[in-house]
T-cell receptor, first 114, second 112 residues
Framework: SQTIHQWPATLVQPVGSPLSLECTVE??????LYWYRQAAGRGLQLLFY??????ISSEVPQNLSASRPQDRQFILSSKKLLLSDSGFYLC?????????????FGAGTRLSVL | GESVGLHLPTLSVQEGDNSIINCAYS??????FIWYKQESGKGPQFIID?????DKRQGQRVTVLLNKTVKHLSLQIAATQPGDSAVYFC???????????FGKGTHLIIQP
């Protein structure tokens, strides 16, 4: 069966520090991968998605970037965090099948920028 | 652009009663819809999906209804249990690889 791992679960970082959140998927090949951010009491905002290694689409211009160095690895980064980067970050995957787009989510990383 | 919203931010129901959570979408080109359940501090969990060529789909204790005429869908939970307490999100997609558009969510509260 497929599983998705995100780490760390919680992170407290000072303003101006770098960020690296990692997400890996097991049990499937060539998945579509996604990064979302969820502000408190709000819905999910799509940040990046990837349909293959090295292919990244950005949905929202911001202080963050994403990379996909391996087929089942998706990394969310920042060179200098802002207070507004605080939130709950979720990684998700879906099969590369255009007929359906069920996305399966990881447990999330709660980031607090102080 | 696409927007997906929910009619009520909070829904309180008695344990054992049926729950109905509503969702409206704006993009008539959306052809795929998903309901997710998110418990506190966790990632969203897939519940049920429906494509635009259907108007009803049933799962275990859940039913999703889609009304394309008024761009509205609902999630019905039968015999609500304490474990159903969570935030429920509807999401829409155009069927491609890009991400889903989520509504803000409805917090379902179960009264004993």
């Amino acid at each position: 069966s497929q599983t998705i791992h995100q780490w760390p679960a919680t992170l407290v970082q000072p303003v101006g520090s770098p960020l690296s959140l990692e997400c890996t998927v097991e049990g499937t090949s060539n998945p579509n991968l996604y990064w979302y951010r969820q502000a408190a009491g709000r819905g999910l905002q799509l940040l990046f998605y990837s349909v293959g290694i090295g292919q990244i689409s950005s949905e929202v211009p911001q202080n963050l970037s994403a990379s996909r160095p391996q087929d089942r690895q998706f990394i969310l980064s920042s060179k200098k965090l802002l207070l507004s980067d605080s939130g709950f970050y979720l990684c998700a995957w879906s099969i590369s099948d255009l007929a359906k787009n069920i996305q399966y989510f990881g447990a999330g990383t709660r980031l607090s920028v102080l | 652009g696409e927007s997906v919203g929910l009619h009520l931010p909070t829904l309180s129901v008695q344990e054992g009663d049926n729950s109905i959570i509503n969702c409206a979408y704006s993009n008539s080109a959306s052809d795929y819809f998903i309901w997710y359940k998110q418990e506190s501090g966790k990632g969203p969990q897939f519940i049920i999906d429906i494509r635009s060529n259907m108007d009803k789909r049933q799962g275990q204790r859940v039913t999703v209804l889609l009304n394309k005429t008024v761009k509205h869908l609902s999630l019905q939970i039968a015999a609500t249990q304490p474990g159903d307490s969570a935030v429920y999100f509807c999401a829409s997609a155009g069927g491609g690889a890009d991400g889903l558009t989520f509504g803000k969510g409805t917090h379902l509260i179960i009264q004993p």
